[in-house]
């Protein structure tokens, strides 16, 4: 699954590029056409990403062996005990060496799938609210609209027009929004945090155990002194 592994690092690193823009829009001098305009390539990467990680979310269900979720996750029969002994061996200097993910590189899996996850969701919805985008976008223009089934009220609905807005419907569809921008702008930090760790822990990861974990982003390969682990 090396693709995918790169199509979001892509992904991510430019939904975080054009996000901190946007977050820094007024103080960056930007035009509110511009932010819309920012908001729209945002969106479009934003699927792109959204489109990988479902794929993903699928292969951990029909692909190989240790794309499967359960070699991916943390969890089933004897994972506690394998825990424990790699963490032993890991402060020993010795850490079982694995085939797929190591114990420890599972839990960190769970979170970044829980982040990309929540990213995913709450950014669909954002794009609904703020661009009228699917999937969502139709039921929130309806919603900001107050045309309900009158779907020819949505006719020239654009983002940032105001001038087709029902104020009441508008200004609850925007109260709706507020908790799913604070959970986005919470998952982006802390996002960037778990990056961070992760890179961090693999780097180190290869220079104790000297497995060729970064090679093997490239190559699908790791090198082994030692029979691993499945």
Not at 152 to 168: I, N, Q, S, T, W
Not at 169 to 184: N, S
Request: glycine share 14%; hydrophobic share 50%; proline share 5%.
């Amino acid at each position: 699954m090396r693709w995918f592994d790169w199509i979001n690092v892509l992904c991510v690193l430019g939904l975080i590029g054009v996000g901190i823009v946007i977050l820094n829009a007024n103080s960056l001098g930007v035009s509110s056409e511009g932010k819309v305009d920012l908001k729209i390539l945002h969106a479009w990467l934003g699927y792109a990403f959204s489109l990988n990680l479902l794929w993903r979310i699928l292969w951990g269900f029909i692909g190989n062996p240790y794309s499967r979720w359960s070699a991916v996750l943390p969890g089933g029969r004897g994972y506690g005990a394998a825990l424990r002994e790699w963490i032993a061996g890991a402060k020993a200097g010795t850490p079982p060496a694995y085939k797929g993910h190591n114990p420890a590189a599972r839990l960190m899996l769970a979170v970044l799938f829980f982040l990309l996850g929540a990213q995913m969701i709450t950014g669909l919805v954002l794009a609904g609210t703020d661009l009228y985008f699917p999937p969502f976008g139709h039921e929130f223009a309806e919603w900001a609209t107050g045309s309900g089934e009158d779907h020819a009220g949505l006719v020239g609905l654009v983002p940032g027009a105001k001038e087709m807005l029902d104020p009441e419907g508008y200004a609850a569809m925007r109260r709706f929004r507020e908790p799913f921008i604070e959970i986005h702008e919470i998952g982006f930090w802390a996002m960037l945090v778990a990056i961070v760790l992760h890179i961090g822990a693999v780097v180190v990861s290869d220079i104790k155990e000297g497995n060729g974990l970064i090679s093997a982003m490239f190559s699908g390969r790791k090198v082994f002194t030692e029979e691993p682990r499945e």
